[in-house]
């Protein structure tokens, strides 16, 4: 696997005592989209702007392309497309003005394509930044962070400000770029309806620490809805993330260890993956999900 961001014990620390990540150590690969979810505060904005030398880490290693992320590099920044949580763009500038100013900083900048896309958002050339939508704003920033070529796109929290159209086509959109392989896209959303569609890889953060990383095709092989009368006193196999129980019967939405299989007295069912990332986000509000003990049956 050919990584595009690698973290070794990375942290960030604000002030003396707040850490806004700790000890994440994760490899990203290349080519594919990338979902970063957590509760609010978890550390993904933190995690983000470290990725792409916006911050310093208090500690660890931060590798993008394979070599150490500069908090002052300027080579390194071609290759990245950023688009910021409130999706900034100078406000009195035109979108065609903004074009200009792309064109003249980016060397690999494809004109073609960012007027080809604003055509078919039906955004007028013309018009200034700060009097377009939200939405619109949000899309302006995309096809300017698109139109660089960049070979990692950072998007955070880019769909919140969409209408439900339009973030279907933004996230659409993002599939077409990353199609013939070379753009690897890492965002940010609090949308998981949206995720399972457009992502092949997720991380969740919690708490400022890496709770989950993987392939979607991965982490639902190894995660279980377990159904079993509610009496049974048969301990699941592995970690128990969330319980609900009925009258008679008991739902467990478990983690299981490589090659195990729970006890036939549980019934199995495949889970979704907004299934799974609610579950682990809940898991944040409340006390964790513990393990069903005899006593508890
Ligand atoms: N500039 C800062 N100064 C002090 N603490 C900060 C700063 N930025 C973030 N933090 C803290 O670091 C932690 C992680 O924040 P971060 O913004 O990375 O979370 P997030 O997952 O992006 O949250 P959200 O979903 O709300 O945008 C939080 O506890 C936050 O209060």
Request: net charge negative; aromatic share 4%; hydrophobic share 40%.
């Amino acid at each position: 696997m050919t990584a595009v961001l690698e973290t070794e014990k990375l942290g960030k620390r604000y002030g003396r005592r707040t850490w806004g990540l700790r000890e994440c150590t994760l490899t990203l690969p290349q080519g594919r989209i990338i979902a970063l979810v957590g509760p609010n505060g978890a550390g993904k904005t933190t995690l983000l702007h470290l990725a792409i030398g916006l911050l310093r880490p208090t500690e660890g290693q931060v590798r993008m392309f394979g070599e150490p992320v500069r908090i002052d590099q300027s080579s390194g920044l071609a290759q990245i497309g950023f688009v910021a949580q409130d999706h900034p763009l100078y406000r009195t500038f035109t979108v065609e003005n903004l074009l200009h100013m792309g064109r003249s900083l980016n060397p690999r900048w494809d004109e073609a394509f960012a007027e080809r896309r604003l055509e078919q958002l039906r955004i007028p050339l013309g018009h200034r930044a700060g009097k377009l939508s939200g939405g619109q704003q949000a899309q302006v920033s995309l096809t300017l962070a698109l139109a660089k070529r960049p070979r990692l796109l950072v998007l955070d929290e880019p769909v919140s400000s969409l209408d439900p159209i339009a973030r279907r086509d933004f996230m659409k959109s993002l599939v077409d770029a990353v199609a013939d392989g070379e753009l690897t896209v890492l965002l940010s959303s609090h949308v998981v309806s949206e995720l399972e569609r457009v992502c092949d890889h997720l991380v969740l953060l919690q708490d400022g620490h890496v709770r989950l990383a993987g392939s979607f095709e991965a982490l639902l092989q190894s995660h279980r809805m377990l159904v079993g009368p509610r009496s049974d006193t048969s301990a699941p196999p592995g970690e128990v993330i969330a319980v609900s129980h009925g009258e008679r019967h008991s739902n467990l939405l478990v983690r299981l260890p490589d090659d195990t299989e729970p006890h036939p007295q549980w019934e199995q069912h495949p889970i979704s993956l907004e299934e799974l990332v609610l579950a682990y986000l809940d898991q944040s509000v409340e006390a964790p999900a513990r393990q069903l003990g005899p006593t508890e049956a």
